[in-house]
C-alpha cells in the first residue's frame, strides 16, 4: 500500500512539473511546496478551530449566564407561589372566601394580615384576592368599575382552568384591575393561583399578584454579553416580558425557538444579523434570549487572525529564503558535474572533476573520475584486441586454406577410388568430403536444419564404415522445419558422444535415432541411443557442467567437452533460458540428448 501511495504522489509531481525543468527549479519548487503549503494549511485550519473554539466558549457562557438569570427569575417568581399559598390557608381569608357575608371584622383582619407582605417583599405591585362571589380583598388594587364582575375577567378564568396550579400570565393587559401606584401594565407581571376547596373541589376564589417588571429588568440588566449583547424575556406564548429599547424590536416569532428547551440560531433583523441564545425555565415557562451582532467576537478573532497570518508570513518568508539556498547547494556542484561530464563527451577524457565534499555529488564526481579511468583502460584494451583479431582473422584465413586443399584432395580421391572399382574407399571419401564441406559452409555461423542433418548423416555414414553391424542409425526431421536455420556443428559432437561412450560399450549392435521437431516457438533436436547409459552419479556431474558450460576445460574432451562446447554457443547465441541442452538418461537403457532453441521471428 505505501509503494501504490508513493507511486501515486511521484506520478503527482511529474504531472506538476515539465519533464524538461531544471533540477534547481524542481527542487524550488518541491520545497515551496513543503514550506509554504503546510504553513498555509496549518493557518487556516488554527482559524477554522480558534473560530469554533470562540463561538463554542462564547455559547457555553451566555447559556450559562442565562440560567443565572432564570435562577434569579424564579426565585422572585417562587416566592410569589409561596406568597399565593401563604394566603389561601390564612383563616380570615378562609373565613372571606367562605362566608357568603363576612363581616367587618373578619375583612379588616384579612387585611391586616395581607399588608406585610409588599412590606417584607418589595418586589410585590401588589395582591388581590377575589372570592367566587366577585367580592374582593385588596390594600394596594381595586376594581376600575364596580359594576364589572371580577369573575368575568380573563385573569380569573385562567385560575380557575388552572383548578389551584399557580400560574404567570405576563403583562395584565385590559384587565378591570389597578393599583393605587398607578403602575402601568408593562410595568407589573401578573400571577394567579385558585383557591379550591379540598373537599368539593369546589373555586372558592382567586389569588391574584403584581409583580413589578423592576426586577426583572434589574435581573437582565446586570448581565452583560460581550460588549453590545443584551438579554429579553418572553413568555410561552411569545409575549414580550422585558426586552430591551436598544435591540430595536419588541417581539420575535415563537416559531424561531422550534418548541426547543434550549438552542441557537442567527436571523437577520432590520438589516442586522442577530445571534440568538435561548434557555426555557420550566417553572415559569418563561423563555430568557441573549442577543448579540454575529460580529461580536470579530476583534478578538481578527486579532488571533492577525498572530496567525504573521506566523505564516514568517515561515514562509523563511522557507523561500532556505528553499533557495537549498536548491542553489544541490544543484550548483550538479551543474559543475555537468561541465565536466560535456567536456568527457566531446573527447576530453583526460578531464578530472574536482571536489572534497563526502555527499552524494562528491561520491557521484569520484565514481565519475573512476569511469573515465577505466573507460581509457578499455579503450586501450580494445585497441589491443583489435590487433589480436585482425591477427588472428589471418590467421584464420591462413588456416582455412588448408581444409580447402583437402576438400579439393578429397574429391580427386573420391573420383580416382570409383575409376578404380573401390566402392567402400569412394563411400567414405565422399562421405568425409560433405562432412568437411557443410562444415565449412562458406564461413557462415548458420545453416539450415537440413544441411545440419546432412553433415551428421555423413558423419553417421563414416562411423557406419568403421563400426559396420555394431551401429545402426536413423534421422527424423520434420519437412516443416528443415528450411529453418541453426547454428551449425551442433548435432555432431553430441552424436559422437553417443557412439564412443554408449554404443561402443554397450554388447552387440546399437542404435542412435536422431530427431527434429518443432515446439510453439521453439526448436527441438534429439540425439537418443540405446547405449550402456549413465548412472546418477555420473549423470548428476554432465548436467552440473552443462550449467557451466564456459567453466569446462579443454582436457576434459571425451567426457562431457562436446556438450559443455554446443551449450556454450547455444546460450552465447541466443541467451534466453528456455534454450540449451538436457539430458535423460537410465543405466543399462541408453541416453537421451535435447537441444532446444528459438526460431528467428522473420523465419517463424
Known sequence: MQSVNMKDRHSFFRRLLPRNLPIRYKLLVHFLLITILPSLILGLLTDFVVNRIIEKQMNENTLQLISKVNRSLEFYVGNVQNTTYLISYNPEIRAFLYRDKPDRATREEALEFMRGFPTLQTEIAGIMVVNARGDYLSNDMYSRSASKDLTLETWYQEAVAGKGIFKVIGHPYGRNVTTHANYKDTEVVSAVRAIVDPDTQKVMGVVLIDLKLRVIVETAQDVRLGKTGLLMVIDEKGEPIYVPKQLGFQKIPLMWLKGQPSGQFVETINDRKLQFIFRKSSFTNWSTIGVFSTEEAAPEVRQIRLYVGTFVFVVCLLGITASFALSHGISRPIHRLMAFMHRAESGDLKTRYWGDTMDEVGMLGRSYNSMLTKIGDLLQLTE?????????????????????????????????????????????????????????????????????????????????????????????????????????????????????????????????????????????????????????????????????????????????????????????TYGTPACGISIDSEPGVGTTVTLMFPIHEEEG
Open 384 to 572: 589491443k584486441q583489435e590487433r589480436q583479431k585482425r591477427e588472428a582473422e589471418l590467421r584464420i584465413l591462413q588456416a582455412q586454406i588448408k581444409p580447402h586443399f583437402l576438400y579439393n584432395t578429397l574429391n580427386t580421391i573420391d573420383w580416382m577410388a570409383r575409376k578404380q572399382g573401390a566402392t567402400d574407399v569412394s563411400e567414405m571419401v565422399s562421405a568425409l568430403s560433405k562432412l568437411y564441406r557443410i562444415g565449412l559452409s562458406k564461413g557462415n555461423e548458420f545453416i539450415p536444419l537440413a544441411e545440419e542433418f546432412d553433415h551428421v548423416r555423413s558423419y553417421l555414414q563414416i562411423q557406419k564404415l568403421r563400426y559396420r553391424d555394431k551401429l545402426k542409425y536413423s534421422l527424423d526431421l520434420d519437412p516443416d522445419i528443415a528450411h529453418l536455420s541453426s547454428l551449425k556443428v551442433i548435432l555432431q559432437p553430441i552424436v559422437e558422444n553417443a557412439i564412443y561412450h554408449g554404443i561402443k560399450e554397450r554388447r552387440g549392435p546399437g542404435t542412435i535415432t536422431v530427431r527434429g521437431i518443432r515446439r510453439d516457438l521453439m526448436i527441438e533436436l534429439s540425439v537418443t541411443d540405446d547405449g550402456v547409459g549413465m548412472d546418477e552419479r555420473t549423470l548428476a556431474l554432465m548436467r552440473e557442467k552443462l550449467n557451466h558450460p564456459m567453466q569446462a576445460p579443454v582436457e576434459t574432451a571425451g567426457s562431457g567437452y562436446g556438450l559443455s562446447n554446443v551449450q556454450a554457443r547455444l546460450k552465447l
